[in-house]
T-cell receptor
């Protein structure tokens, strides 16, 4: 059975700090998603990556398929980054459309 | 584009009642999925569809039915609601082969 584990579960940071959230999975998968869930509940897709690194603004995601590990980094964190960050991998090895999720990392950035 | 829409936003049911959660997307996506989100559990896949007329079960399908008669719509039916089905339900869609999942705003369901 696929397992997706995230750490830490909760993270509090001061504005401006560099933040890292980690995601590990127990079986081989072809790609991994990072999602953001806002305090109001809406879920937004941030990245899907199958190798290397992707960058969008202050967000950087990296993945090592062989080590079954991905990280999400936030540079120069801001209170508006406060959200739950969720990683997800494809269920049954598919590439997308049916995912298994980590439990999320709740990030709080203090001004 | 409206993206992925879900109705209703909130619903309260009594045990044993049935209802349908609606999900629609206007992006011509082939893939659509239903998830439930419970505290401490993360999102779990209920049912998914890879195209009109094709559906399959996910992790937690019991007590739910789906159908996909059109590309746009993917309703989720609760046959006989139970308190264990109290949850927030999200519908999502994506293109085949693309890298973005689009989520609806969610439906918060309470079963008394």
């Amino acid at each position: 059975k696929n397992e997706v584990e995230q750490s830490p579960q909760n993270l509090t940071a001061q504005e401006g700090e560099f933040i890292t959230i980690n995601c590990s999975y127990s079986v081989g998968i072809s790609a991994l998603h990072w999602l953001q869930q806002h305090p109001g509940g809406g879920i937004v897709s941030l990245f899907m990556l199958s190798s290397g690194k992707k960058k969008h603004g202050r967000l950087i995601a990296t993945i090592n398929i062989q080590e079954k590990h991905s990280s999400l980094h936030i540079t120069a964190s801001h209170p508006r980054d406060s959200a739950v960050y969720i990683c997800a991998g494809p269920l049954y090895g598919g590439s997308q459309g049916n995912l298994i999720f980590g439990k999320g990392t709740k990030l709080s950035v203090k001004p | 584009n409206a993206g992925v829409t879900q109705t209703p936003k909130f619903q309260v049911l009594k045990t044993g009642q049935s209802m349908t959660l609606q999900c629609a997307q206007d992006m011509n996506h082939e893939y659509m999925s239903w998830y439930r989100q419970d505290p401490g559990m993360g999102l779990r896949l209920i049912h998914y569809s890879v195209g009109a007329g094709i559906t399959d079960q996910g992790e937690v399908p019991n007590g739910y039915n789906v159908s996909r008669s059109t590309t746009e719509d993917f309703p989720l039916r609760l046959l006989s609601a139970a308190p264990s089905q109290t949850s927030v339900y999200f519908c999502a869609s994506s293109y085949q082969g693309t890298d973005t999942q689009y989520f609806g705003p969610g439906t918060r369901l309470t079963v008394l």
